[in-house]
């Protein structure tokens, strides 16, 4: 009898630690997190009080260090192509810019009736025949309870 009780809460032990390890297997698999740091070697001051610029940084680094696992973490649900996306904004003069922009130089803009942070960067040059050309990109961030998240994307020139 002794022998039988034993053996049944083995068994139950390991029925319920068998359930637990794929119940936490299964969250883990669904669920996104947000980076905890970028690997780099710029200051990109994300100490600042608001979650939203910690984001921020956050959202530099993974486009500075080109790491699109990262990158995709801040993506809304319309923004159809992230490795594109993160390969454009590796040009030189967007790279640039968006290091050097801190959270609060952001501007408020609209999109589709909702307040939003606008990134912006553009180039002006001429070509050998002496036309004008300008290039620009625009960044739309909504401020949400997850954070940060780039909802529409502009790309113009």
């Avoid at 049944?8 to 794929?22: D, H, K, N, R, Y």
Wanted: glycine residues 8%; aromatic residues 10%; negative net charge.
């Amino acid at each position: 009898m002794k022998i039988t009780f034993l053996t049944l809460f083995s068994l139950t032990l390991l029925l319920v630690s068998c359930g637990a390890t794929a119940e936490t297997t299964e969250t883990a698999e669904t669920t996104e997190t947000k980076p905890d740091t970028v690997q780099t070697e710029e200051n990109f001051d994300i100490g600042e009080s608001s979650g939203y610029a910690s984001d921020w940084g956050l959202f530099r680094g993974a486009v500075s260090e080109n790491n699109l696992e990262d990158f995709k973490f801040f993506m809304g649900a319309d923004i159809s192509d992230p490795e594109s996306l993160l390969m454009s904004l590796q040009e030189e003069w967007v790279l640039t810019k968006l290091v050097e922009t801190p959270y609060e130089d952001l501007t408020v803009s609209d999109y589709n009736g909702t307040p939003v942070k606008q990134f912006s960067a553009s180039i002006e040059g001429s070509d050998d025949e002496g036309n004008i050309y300008e290039s620009g990109i625009y960044l739309y961030f909504e401020e949400g309870p997850d954070g940060l998240k780039l909802v529409n994307v502009l790309m113009a020139g």
